[in-house]
């Protein structure tokens, strides 16, 4: 099967990356992709590209090339559907904020709308992909809305996970470790697959395309996001150890990263992970092994979101104690408020919470992100609904430049490991805050020994 058109819908941190990388390397496929969201589209479709919605290193020159030639940002989602072979299913699945399983299991709502609309739409067989992370066996839920809503054509159902990060979005598209695909194994399944295949191969090795059924697909990437935030919990855990017993964290990482079998990467102690992945995906993890009756699998997994929580919430504690028991009135800076470097995302972002617990405490916080609005910020603290959008307001106060941000400021917070942060001028900084003046930095990136001869009092992670 050739294939010349794809959609996907959903215009968000998955879709348009994935989608824009497709179309650079598949010059001979169109891609559209759709979205409900009006105002995310017509800034996908922004003349300068330095304006699309999502920042990403690389992205905004990938868009340029290929927008307007074979890549394509639209509301018309029904045409979309209607003209594309292969539809990427790429919407959000947020953690249940309502009902059974709420807080844990993934919100299916937004997918089972779109197997609707594709059932209505649909005139001729569709691969549809799953891009979005599911729980398992979502694929057969999405098969039997469309099996049975269906104008009576033919759906194979392929899972394809993502698996790239954030702020590297662009470089692991371009060079996947791996491309997971799932399907069925009939010989329906089997074509359906290797158009997908098809299509990786266009810049992919095939020996990086693993092919499997569609269940070990959807568990795969659960597996995966929970072993990499596992790792991160376990070098945190470990960092607190260290604070008491006089260790440092950075040498017992390096240690033992050099063991083989273990490996150096994600073994950085920081604030506490965030994104919209690590989280989400244990929680469903959790829920799907208690549906189970598998409570100690259960109870395991949920130790790692357990010990995320104690980090962010252990960093406020450690701030309002340092400072002598109360940050009333006092301003706070953070440095960064993206959940990681290279990335406006701040989907649960440990400064979110660490902002929250800072202002029920009275302190005035001051922000500086390179990327982040002040609206962003705003609305995430309103999201927790822990006092009025008002209160929220008058407690953080955004600033464009970090000098202006520290301004006298009684301490500054490292929450996003933006590598600018590390070549300010620290000296002048110093000079313009309450003394002591002190730097807690959540990501171990700033030079301690000299922020500490310049006269600052720094408290990094595990040391
Ligand atoms: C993650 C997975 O890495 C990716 O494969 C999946 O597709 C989506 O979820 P992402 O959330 O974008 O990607 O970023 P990631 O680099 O994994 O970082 C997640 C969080 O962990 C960030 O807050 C980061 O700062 C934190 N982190 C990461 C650490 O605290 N220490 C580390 O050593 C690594
Ligand atoms: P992710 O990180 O998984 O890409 P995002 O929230 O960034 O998640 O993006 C998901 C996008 O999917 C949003 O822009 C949202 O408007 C869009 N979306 C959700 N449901 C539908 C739907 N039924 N049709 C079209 N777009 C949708």
Known sequence: ???????CIGAGYVGGPTMAVIA?????????????????????????TDNIPIYEP???????????????????VEKAIDEAQIIFISVNTPTKTYGKGKGMAADLKYIELC????????????????????????AEAIKSILD????????????????LAEGTAVTDLLNPDRILIGGDTTPEGETAINALVNVYANWVNRDKILTTNVWSSELSKLTANAFLAQRISSINAMSELCEKTGADVNEVARAIGMDSRIGPKFL?????FGGSCFQKDILNLVYIAKTYGLNEVADYWEQVIIMNDHQKRRFSNKIVQTLYNTVADKKITFLGWAFKKDTNDTRE???????????NEQAKISVYDPKVSKNKMLSDLDYLETRTADQNIKSLTVFNDAYDACKGSHAIAV?????????????KIYQSMHKPAFVFDGRNILDAKKLESIGFVYKGIGS
């Not at 992205?59 to 030639?69: C, N, S, T, Y």
């Not at 929450?415 to 000296?427: A, I, R, S, V």
Request: hydrophobic letters at 40%.
């Open 1 to 7: 099967m050739e294939i010349t058109k794809i959609c």
């Open 415 to 427: 929450l996003t490991e933006w590598d600018e942060f590390t070549t300010y001028d620290w000296q």
């Open 24 to 48: 650079q390397k598949c010059p001979h496929i169109q891609v559209t992709v759709v979205d409900l969201n009006e105002q995310r589209i017509k800034d996908w479709n922004d003349p300068n």
């Open 58 to 76: 690389g992205l905004a020159k990938i868009v340029a090339e290929a927008r307007g030639r074979n890549l394509f940002f639209s509301t018309e």
């Open 115 to 138: 197997a609707r609309q594709i059932a209505k739409v649909a005139k001729q067989n569709k691969i549809v992909v799953e891009k979005s992370t599911l729980p398992v066996r979502t």
């Open 268 to 272: 950085k102690a920081s604030v506490g």
């Open 148 to 163: 049975n809503t269906g104008n009576g054509v033919q759906f194979q159902i392929l899972s394809n996970p993502e698996f």
């Open 349 to 359: 972002s440990a400064a979110i919470y660490v902002a929250d617990d800072l202002i």
